[in-house]
Structures are given as C-alpha cells and as structure tokens.
C-alpha cells in the first residue's frame, strides 16, 4: 500500500519566521489534502489539490502539489502564533479514503 | 455552520468490557468515517460508510464493528476492551462519498484501564 512521509517531524520557529513541511508519496495520487490539528483538538480540513503542479493560496498558507503528484508541500509565510499545531498531509489509497502523513508538529516562539 | 457531533467526549472503561461510540455528521451528509488517533500519532482510518452501506474498511480490530443508521448516524462498537484501544475515536464525515474533503468531529476520548 502507499505510504506517505512527511518532513520535518517537528519544527521550532521564531514568530515572523517562514515554515514549510513536504509530503512525499511512494505511489501517484489523485489529490492530496492538507489538514491542521491544533494541540488538544481535532483534523481540520484546509485545502484539497488535484491537478499536477497545482498551487493554491490562502493568506499565508501556499499549497503546492508536484507535477508527478506524488510530493507535496505548504509553506507559511511570517508565521504567527496561531499558526501553532499538527500539520497532516493526507492522500486516498486503495480501500483507504485517507492515508495520513506522519505530520509536522510546528511550535512558533513569540 | 452545524458540526459533526460525538457522543461521549470522554468514557473510562476497563479491561474487556464494551463501548459504543456515535458520531452524528453534519446535515445533509451522506459518508461517514472512523478513525483511531493515539497520542502523538496520525489519525489512523478504520471503516467508513456511505449511504448506510459499509464503503471502505481499513485497520479496523474485528473486536469492533459498526453501522451506519437510517438518520445517517454512525455507531462504532467496541467490545472485549484491550489497554492499546486507549485513543482519541474520531468520526469525520463529507458529501458525495471518499471524493471530497472531511469534516472531523470533536473526537471521543477512550481510556481502557
């Protein structure tokens, strides 16, 4: 089945400071989707990509999906404190609607 | 904007012994999903349900089974209760099947002691 790895697993960063995790898949996807997990709460849904090499933005939040569509990454400019939290990549698999990735834990230092 | 409710937040239970968990999705929902998510883990799929049929079944113990009801209402069913079922249960759910983005409830807290 596919795996999906996701780097860093943890990262520390200065308020202001620019953050990016990537998300590789062993196989093709047809999407991938992104979702936050604040500290104590539950997955939110942030944005789904599709097509191959698609970049979609939200504020701060850049979204890139690689042209073979196994990669993927989010990048947050100038981030703030809020922006604390899990950040999971998750793609579909087989029977599986969802594989997640591992996460990225971002803690941000005011 | 109504959520995706579960019920209980949090239950205590021992060793061998059963739980229900119910997850209530978002009106006009149609697919429900499960999920086990230990501590400091990702969100591990376990069985999803669209239109009251079971659609995707995933890594599900077969010490748990669960439905989905006419009101579209999902129950997850655990029984002979083991210490490694300790976890937060969420149940997410979303429109038109496995093609569109999930909403995850609040979660369910089990602890097996």
């Known amino acids: 089945g596919q795996q999906v790895m996701q780097i860093p697993q943890y990262q520390h960063v200065q308020e202001g400071e620019d953050f990016t995790t990537y998300c590789n898949s062993s196989t093709t996807l047809s999407n991938i989707q992104w979702y936050k997990q604040r500290p104590g709460g539950h997955p939110v849904f942030l944005i789904q990509?599709?097509?191959?090499?698609e970049v979609k933005k939200q504020k701060r939040l850049t979204f890139q999906f690689g042209e073979a569509k196994k990669n993927s990454s989010l990048h947050i400019t100038a981030t703030q404190t809020t922006d604390v939290g899990t950040y999971f990549c998750?793609?579909?698999?087989?029977?599986?609607?969802?594989?997640f990735g591992k996460g990225t834990r971002l803690s941000v230092i005011a | 904007a109504a959520g995706v409710i579960q019920s209980p937040r949090h239950l205590i239970k021992e060793k061998r012994e059963t739980a229900t968990l119910k997850c209530y999705p978002i009106?006009?929902?149609?697919?429900v999903y499960w999920y086990q998510q230990g501590p400091g883990q990702d969100p591990q799929f376990l069985i999803s349900?669209?239109?009251?049929?079971?659609?995707d079944k995933g890594s599900i113990p077969d010490r748990f089974s669960a439905q989905q009801f006419s009101d579209y209402h999902s129950e997850l069913n655990m029984s002979s209760l083991e210490l490694g079922d300790s976890a937060l249960y969420f149940c997410?759910?979303?429109?038109?099947?496995?093609?569109?983005?999930?909403?995850f409830g609040p979660g369910t807290r089990l602890t097996v002691t």
């Open positions: 998750a793609g579909p698999d087989g029977n599986t609607p969802l594989v």
């Open positions: 009106p006009r929902h149609d697919t």
């Open positions: 349900f669209y239109e009251k049929m079971q659609s």
């Open positions: 997410a759910s979303s429109l038109a099947g496995r093609l569109d983005e999930q909403y």
């Open positions: 990509l599709v097509k191959s090499g």
